[in-house]
Every structure is written in C-alpha cells, then in structure tokens.
C-alpha cells in the first residue's frame, strides 16, 4: 500500500510538471497574439467573464476569439492545477496513515 501511494504521487508531481508545461505553451502563444494586437486588459477581466465581455472585447472586436482562448486556458490551467495539487495533498494525508514505521 506504501509504494502504490507513493506512486501514484510522484505520478501525480509528473502530471502536475507536464499540465504546467503544456498550458505554458498554449497560454504563451495566446499571449504573444495578444501583445502583437495591442490588447489591454487586468486580471479582474480574466476571472470575470460578464466583465470582460463588457469591458474589454467591444473594444477589440478583431481579437475576441484570441482573448477568449487565452482567457480560457488561464482559468483551465488553474483548475487543473488546483485539482492535481489537492489530489497530492489528499494522497499524502493517506500516506501519513499508511506509513512503514520503521
């Protein structure tokens, strides 16, 4: 019971490592049509949808559908993060249980 929880965290930190990679790269290239536009908008806009909505797209209408996408996997990825992080500190919690004492 031991090693298979053991496993299944150090499987968990790979998959935490490989969800932050690919996200960095989606959100960097959403990131980098968005600087070449011009695009202006906070933090508040991208957990905000009715705010952005409002705000922020009527004024670059031609950019939407690259704010939309960038807007999108910024909050997928910190879902994805969150729930990685709290299956870890769930996992880990059971471990301390499940302990060889040595």
Same mark, same amino acid.
């Not at 053991?6 to 150090?10: L, M, N």
């Not at 933090?43 to 909505?53: A, C, G, P, Q």
């Given at each position: 019971m031991y090693y298979f929880l053991?496993?299944? *965290?150090?499987g968990l930190v790979i998959a935490s490592l490989f969800v932050n990679v690919y996200f960095r790269v989606k959100v960097m290239k959403a990131y980098k049509k968005l600087v070449q536009a011009?695009?202006?908008?906070?933090?508040?806009? *991208?957990?905000?949808?009715?705010?952005?909505?409002?705000?922020?797209?009527?004024?670059?209408?031609?950019?939407?559908e690259d704010i939309l996408t960038f807007v999108n996997h910024i909050q997928y990825s910190i879902k994805?993060?969150?729930?990685?992080?709290?299956l870890i500190t769930a996992f880990g919690m059971v471990l301390m249980y499940y302990r060889f004492d040595y």
């Open positions: 053991v496993s299944i *965290i150090v011009n695009v202006d908008f906070g933090t508040v806009h *991208i957990f905000n949808k009715k705010r952005l909505e409002k705000e922020v797209l009527p004024r670059y209408p031609k950019s939407k994805m993060g969150t729930f990685i992080v709290f």
